[in-house]
């Protein structure tokens, strides 16, 4: 297969607003797949309700937009039906820390090959500006003209303490990283959890690409930062880290059994769910009947 | 009908093995060659409360508990006093008691003409060498003797129930032949309940013993299914305890996902891949996945939900019987989508329909919700065969547009594969590719080519069964668990008809209408629920009133004394 991002197009032009972060994150997962030869008929992308699932049917893959907040277990089922297949979850700020916050949490504790793609534009865009728990507290959005009341979600403190095998933090502006990102996540066996601070030129004027060239640090530039240490991961989060957004890949535990790998009842079996889909005779089974 | 049929039920606090003797006196009655229907009616708490485990038994086929029962054990005092209403006159009633001389039941007694037998079956265990619980098999040793099985069967069901846990076999045998040979037995309490002496024809025993939920789960395996998700709710949690439990031998993939949302959506996720799977809950359980219904419906992933109903709205009466969720099975779900839901009865339909339940969601592309309940879940049936595995029907094809038109309104659908045309399948309208779509007009054809699946659907499916003689006056109509009931009373009337429905959506009303026809019948509708939920959905189709309705939603089941009384006033 030539690597050739131009096979993940589709005709479909999508509607995103002219400057939106969604364009650098569907570029760069084209490219990411491209780059490791991953056929688009072998890839399966759910996609979750918000400006983010706009972008259904301008990728070419298999793929499902189903309902608000629910891409992560629909990605699931689609996995654990068929391995074969690189399976990632699309899914916004919204949807992933609201909607849908079990599923983030149980998927990460699970460990299931999946990629989830956390496009974080920090509130609820396509409804026009609400609030999301990662919206600036005290910031105005609509329905709130005094600011929002909440605190905030740290986000990588509360991911982190689930321990996520992977969880890399990208930003739409830098596609360079995105891609190396994306890609490391979809080899990674597990969980890998890639959140992307995405602009959003209607809602979060305030976060312009200047403002984040000042405000973010990779954690690669870190002296002595260990990717692959979650305690030491965990301990700089709580304790050393500064007011600014970090980027880059925050943590990765390798060799920690996926999901699938730890069911007693799929060892030695050698295909997937969706090659076993025929009659089977329950006569053995019957005798613990008689 | 008296002792054609002689029903037994052991009475107890909760957790203190009322499961496990009538799991083990089930098995002897059917060793013994009888036919059984044993149900459980347990408190939702997990030790205290009573509980009670009632075993019916005959030579032939038996589908429903007896309102009341012709034997009595009891584990303790209090159980019976809660239990004492449900005696026949002239039964026989065993009492486990510390004190064998107190007597507080001589009012009823008298009354009903029981014949109360008190025993210390703790203290007997113990003199035999055997520990408290023990207490149980010299009651199990007591019973055998007065329905005149061999005590040998009853240890041999002991043994085999206990077979993986380390249990002192000597003292349960001692302990059950010292029931056996109790001081308490007369002959003439065999006489009482008239069970002849040599009544164990071993060669006729039924093969088999099984519950609806493990019916369910077997017709599932047999049917392709290869991945359950789950999230624990009576009555539907041991359709996942079976699955799990054999996951090793048929290597389906089980999870107990973190909620029923998540359950659902995964089942969604692998129907979508294209492997079978299904989840199963209870009606609170049900309106969390309701969204995905109609996600499924609108993006033709085929979707088998198993919704096994308790009694009550909100919490309910969590451990108890009712089939109250038919309109909510057949209603749920924001804007219009063609769906099926069909309801099982007994063993068999349980097998069959959630096999019938995944051939109809994957050829026509569409939600199925097929309904249980929890007396047909969780009681005990017994059969000399299960049915016949039923062909796949998957109605895969390959094709170019995954939403293509079509008369019939299903459109090609083949699976993600490797070097196979991609497509995108969506819960937002779309066209025929499956993309997004606004445009009036294509919403239009897309909402009328589903809608048209319901057409085709109805076509495919059976007019309800008719039980009974075909020229019988009065017809009985129902659903769910009423049929077994229906059958039981059919044994002994011959003057009625009864009308089952088990595929509720599409509703088939031609048969119905037919019968009908001449205006010489007296329809009655017997439901387990408060509203006559499948009188109105056939009021809805065809116009047809019900004045005369028996409807049950204390949740306990219906009974043939239930219906026979209704019947005769």
């Given amino acids: 297969m030539e690597n050739n991002t131009n096979i993940y197009n589709t005709e479909l032009i999508p509607t995103w607003c002219p400057g939106c972060g969604n364009f650098a994150i569907h570029a760069s997962l084209k490219s990411a797949l491209s780059e490791l030869k991953i056929d688009p008929s072998s890839t399966y992308i759910s996609f979750d309700i918000g400006c983010n699932g706009n972008g259904a049917g301008s990728i070419n893959a298999f793929g499902f937009k189903g309902l608000h907040g629910r891409s992560i277990p629909l990605a699931i089922g689609a996995h654990l039906a068929n391995r074969k297949f690189t399976v990632i979850a699309d899914i916004g700020d919204g949807g992933c820390f609201h909607e849908g916050l079990d599923h983030i949490v149980h998927a990460i504790r699970s460990n299931y090959d999946i990629t989830i793609l956390i496009h974080n534009n920090m509130n609820f865009a396509l409804t026009t500006g609400q609030a999301t728990a990662t919206t600036q507290q005290k910031k105005a959005m609509y329905g709130l003209p005094d600011g929002k009341p909440e605190r905030d979600l740290d986000i990588i403190n509360f991911l982190l303490s689930l321990s996520p095998t992977f969880y890399a933090r990208g930003y739409s502006g830098d596609l360079k990283t995105l891609v190396v990102l994306m890609k490391e996540g979809i080899k990674h066996k597990g969980c890998s959890v890639i959140e992307i601070i995405q602009l959003c030129p209607t809602y979060n004027k305030e976060l312009t690409p200047m403002w984040f060239a000042e405000y973010s640090a990779d954690v690669a530039t870190i002296k002595e930062y260990d990717n692959s240490d979650i305690k030491k991961v965990k301990n700089f989060f709580n304790n050393d880290a500064k007011d600014i957004i970090y980027t880059g890949l925050l943590s990765k535990q390798d060799g920690i059994p996926t999901f699938y790998d730890r069911l007693p009842s799929r060892e030695g079996i050698k295909t997937d769910l969706v090659e076993e889909v025929k009659q089977y005779n329950v006569k053995n089974l019957l005798k613990d009947f008689e | 009908?008296?002792?054609?049929?002689?029903?037994?039920?052991?009475?107890?606090?909760?957790?203190?093995?009322?499961?496990?003797?009538?799991?083990?006196?089930?098995?002897?009655?059917?060793?013994?060659?009888?036919?059984?229907?044993?149900?459980?009616?347990?408190?939702?708490?997990?030790?205290?409360?009573?509980?009670?485990?009632?075993?019916?038994?005959?030579?032939?086929?038996?589908?429903?508990?007896?309102?009341?029962?012709?034997?009595?054990?009891?584990?303790?005092?209090?159980?019976?006093?809660?239990?004492?209403?449900?005696?026949?006159?002239?039964?026989?009633?065993?009492?486990?008691?510390?004190?064998?001389?107190?007597?507080?039941?001589?009012?009823?007694?008298?009354?009903?003409?029981?014949?109360?037998?008190?025993?210390?079956?703790?203290?007997?265990?113990?003199?035999?060498?055997?520990?408290?619980?023990?207490?149980?098999?010299?009651?199990?040793?007591?019973?055998?003797?007065?329905?005149?099985?061999?005590?040998?069967?009853?240890?041999?069901?002991?043994?085999?129930?206990?077979?993986?846990?380390?249990?002192?076999?000597?003292?349960?045998?001692?302990?059950?032949?010292?029931?056996?040979?109790?001081?308490?037995?007369?002959?003439?309490?065999?006489?009482?309940?008239?069970?002849?002496?040599?009544?164990?024809?071993?060669?006729?025993?039924?093969?088999?013993?099984?519950?609806?939920?493990?019916?369910?789960?077997?017709?599932?395996?047999?049917?392709?299914?290869?991945?359950?998700?789950?999230?624990?709710?009576?009555?539907?949690?041991?359709?996942?305890?079976?699955?799990?439990?054999?996951?090793?031998?048929?290597?389906?993939?089980?999870?107990?996902?973190?909620?029923?949302?998540?359950?659902?959506?995964?089942?969604?996720?692998?129907?979508?891949?294209?492997?079978?799977?299904?989840?199963?809950?209870?009606?609170?359980?049900?309106?969390?996945?309701?969204?995905?219904?109609?996600?499924?419906g609108i993006s033709e992933n085929p979707l088998v939900i198993v919704l096994a109903q308790r009694a009550g709205a909100g919490t309910g009466l969590p451990t108890w019987s009712g089939a109250g969720d038919l309109t909510s099975a057949v209603k749920a779900g924001h804007g219009e989508f063609p769906r099926a839901v069909l309801a099982v009865s007994d063993i068999n339909s349980c097998y069959t329909l959630i096999q019938k339940a995944f051939n109809i969601a994957e050829k026509y592309q569409i939600p199925v919700v097929l309904l249980t309940e929890k007396v047909i879940a969780e009681s005990l049936f017994s059969t000399d065969s299960l049915p016949k595995n039923i062909a796949l029907e998957r109605g895969l094809t390959q094709g170019t547009s995954r939403y293509g038109i079509t008369d019939n309104g299903v459109s090609n659908r083949w699976l993600p594969e490797s070097n196979k045309k991609t497509f995108l399948m969506n819960s937002d309208e779309h066209m025929e590719s499956g993309w997004s779509t606004e445009n009036a007009e294509e919403a239009t054809r897309m909402v009328s080519k589903r809608m048209n699946k319901i057409m085709a659907l109805k076509k495919e499916i059976p007019e309800p069964q008719y039980f009974g003689n075909i020229n019988a006056k009065t017809i009985v109509i129902g659903w769910g668990s009423t049929k077994n009931t229906m059958i039981d009373l059919l044994k002994y009337n011959k003057e009625i008809g009864y009308l089952h429905y088990e595929y509720m959506f599409p509703l088939k009303t031609d048969f119905l209408k037919n019968l009908l026809r001449k205006n010489d019948k007296e329809v009655v509708l017997v439901e387990n629920n408060f509203e006559g939920q499948l009188g109105k959905l056939i009021t809805e189709e065809t116009g047809i009133n019900f004045s005369k309705k028996l409807l049950k939603y204390d949740g306990r089941t219906l009974t043939v004394d239930d219906i026979t009384e209704f019947l005769n006033n």
């Fill in chain 2, 1 to 296: 009908m008296s002792l054609q049929r002689i029903s037994l039920k052991f009475v107890g606090p909760s957790g203190q093995g009322i499961n496990t003797v009538g799991k083990i006196f089930s098995k002897t009655l059917k060793s013994s060659g009888f036919h059984i229907f044993a149900t459980r009616e347990y408190p939702s708490l997990i030790k205290g409360g009573v509980a009670s485990y009632q075993i019916d038994f005959a030579y032939s086929p038996i589908n429903s508990s007896s309102k009341l029962v012709d034997l009595v054990c009891s584990l303790d005092k209090d159980s019976l006093l809660n239990n004492i209403d449900s005696t026949k006159e002239n039964s026989i009633v065993i009492l486990n008691s510390e004190n064998t001389e107190e007597d507080h039941f001589s009012e009823y007694s008298k009354k009903k003409n029981l014949t109360l037998l008190t025993l210390n079956a703790q203290k007997i265990a113990s003199e035999n060498g055997g520990i408290e619980i023990m207490g149980n098999t010299v009651l199990l040793g007591l019973l055998a003797r007065i329905l005149s099985l061999k005590s040998n069967v009853v240890y041999e069901q002991l043994l085999e129930n206990f077979k993986s846990k380390k249990i002192d076999t000597e003292a349960e045998k001692k302990c059950l032949e010292a029931g056996y040979n109790s001081p308490l037995f007369r002959p003439e309490y065999t006489n009482l309940l008239k069970v002849e002496k040599g009544l164990n024809i071993l060669n006729k025993s039924p093969k088999f013993l099984t519950t609806g939920n493990d019916a369910l789960a077997l017709g599932a395996i047999g049917c392709g299914v290869r991945a359950f998700y789950g999230y624990p709710m009576t009555p539907a949690t041991s359709i996942f305890k079976y699955l799990g439990e054999t996951s090793k031998e048929t290597g389906i993939l089980v999870k107990q996902a973190e909620n029923e949302i998540t359950a659902v959506q995964m089942t969604m996720g692998s129907m979508a891949m294209g492997a079978r799977s299904f989840t199963a809950t209870s009606g609170g359980g049900f309106d969390l996945m309701v969204e995905t219904i109609s996600c499924s």
